[in-house]
Every structure is written in structure tokens, then in C-alpha cells.
T-cell receptor
């Protein structure tokens, strides 16, 4: 399987910025995904990176460096509704493997 | 509503019970998946079906038995489960076996 590491928990203040890092070790890399999962709900797609660089989508951005086996998800202008678990997932050898998720708590 | 519907949302069962989880998708996808999500652990892929044929079984104990009667429906039959099987069971679907999966909301299973 893939070795996918991300922090367990992060806390930030409303309006702030939070960066969630994800490192992975894999062969046959085909892309990296970020999902958001609110408690008791389905994981929902946030972003997909297959080439190096930054993908921006509104308040959320995702970065990938294939040579370093590294990605991050950047959440800007945090809102209370952003409190959720964020899952890093690597698609390699046509299999999707997940990290354990990072629980982000946004405080007022 | 994600397009993938799972029932029931919550299930409590004894170790000697038999129950089934159901998943339904109306997205026109032809690949369906069962994942297990335990607290603080990565999602674990259990089974993959592509065009109704099982293409992956990740060493899942035989007390979990999947069934895929057609491309829109997927079942997970449960019998003689253990307390450590308590988890969130997520169904997902995709077009072919690409990584762009859509998840259902899951069934929260508690084995007592």
C-alpha cells in the first residue's frame, strides 16, 4: 500500500488561514485528491492535482510536488462551516489510498 | 444528496445477527466500492465491482459478503460480526475504475 501521512488535528480561528500537509510514498503515481468530510456525512471531492503546482478554487487551494511526495491543502478566510475532516488520497497503480484524515476545528 | 444512497444510516446488531447494507446509485456509473472507515484510521477499501464483476477483495473476512446484482445496486451482507467490525461503512461509485469516486453518506454500524 501507500504511506500517506497527514496531521491528526488542527485548530484555527475564524477568518484565518490553515495549511494541511500530506506526504506520501508511492510508485505509479496517477494523481492526488483532497476530500472534505463533515461528521456523519459522505466525503466530498475538493481538489485533484496530477501535475506539480498550485490549483486554486475559491477559498481552497491545493499544491503538489511529485518529486518531494508532498501536497498541501490551503484553506483561506476560514468559516465555522469549514470545521470538518480533510482526507488526502493518492491514486497510484490505479488504486485510491487514503490518509487517516486531519480534523480541522474552526473557533470563533 | 450525493447521488449515492445508502441504507440504513445507522445499524446496531448483535454478534449472532445477520443483516445487509444496501447501496444504490443513479449516476450511470459502472464501478462500485465498499470502504470501511474506523476512527482515526484511513479508509480501507474492501471490495470493488466493475460491470457487476468483483475485481478486488482486499483480504476481507468471510463474515462480510458482497453482492452486486446490477451496476446500480450493491449490497454488503453481514453475519457473525465482531465488536471490532463497528465502523462507518461507505459505498462509492465511479465511471469505470477511475479515482473520481462519489461516496454515499455511509452506514454507522455498531456490533454489540
Amino acid at each position: 500500500g501507500q504511506n500517506i501521512d497527514q496531521p491528526t488535528e488542527m485548530t484555527a480561528t475564524e477568518g484565518a488561514i490553515v495549511q494541511i500537509n500530506c506526504t506520501y510514498q508511492t510508485s505509479g503515481f496517477n494523481g492526488l485528491f483532497w476530500y472534505q468530510q463533515h461528521a456523519g456525512e459522505a466525503p466530498t471531492f475538493l481538489s485533484y492535482n496530477v501535475l506539480d503546482g498550485l490549483e486554486e478554487k475559491g477559498r481552497f487551494s491545493s499544491f503538489l510536488s511529485r518529486s518531494k511526495g508532498y501536497s498541501y491543502l490551503l484553506l483561506k478566510e476560514l468559516q465555522m462551516k469549514d470545521s470538518a475532516s480533510y482526507l488526502c488520497a493518492v491514486f497510484a497503480d490505479y488504486k485510491l489510498s487514503f490518509g487517516a484524515g486531519t480534523t480541522v476545528t474552526v473557533r470563533a | 444528496e450525493t447521488g449515492v444512497t445508502q441504507t440504513p444510516r445507522h445499524l446496531v446488531m448483535g454478534m449472532t445477527n445477520k443483516k445487509s447494507l444496501k447501496c444504490e446509485q443513479h449516476l450511470g456509473h459502472n464501478a462500485m466500492y465498499w470502504y470501511k472507515q474506523s476512527a482515526k484510521k484511513p479508509l480501507e477499501l474492501m471490495f470493488v465491482y466493475n460491470f457487476k464483476e468483483q475485481t478486488e477483495n482486499n483480504s476481507v473476512p468471510s463474515r462480510f459478503s458482497p453482492e452486486c446484482p446490477n451496476s446500480s445496486h450493491l449490497f454488503l451482507h453481514l453475519h457473525t460480526l465482531q465488536p471490532e467490525d463497528s465502523a462507518l461503512y461507505l459505498c462509492a461509485s465511479s465511471q469505470d475504475d477511475t479515482a473520481f469516486v462519489i461516496f454515499g453518506q455511509g452506514t454507522r454500524l455498531t456490533v454489540v
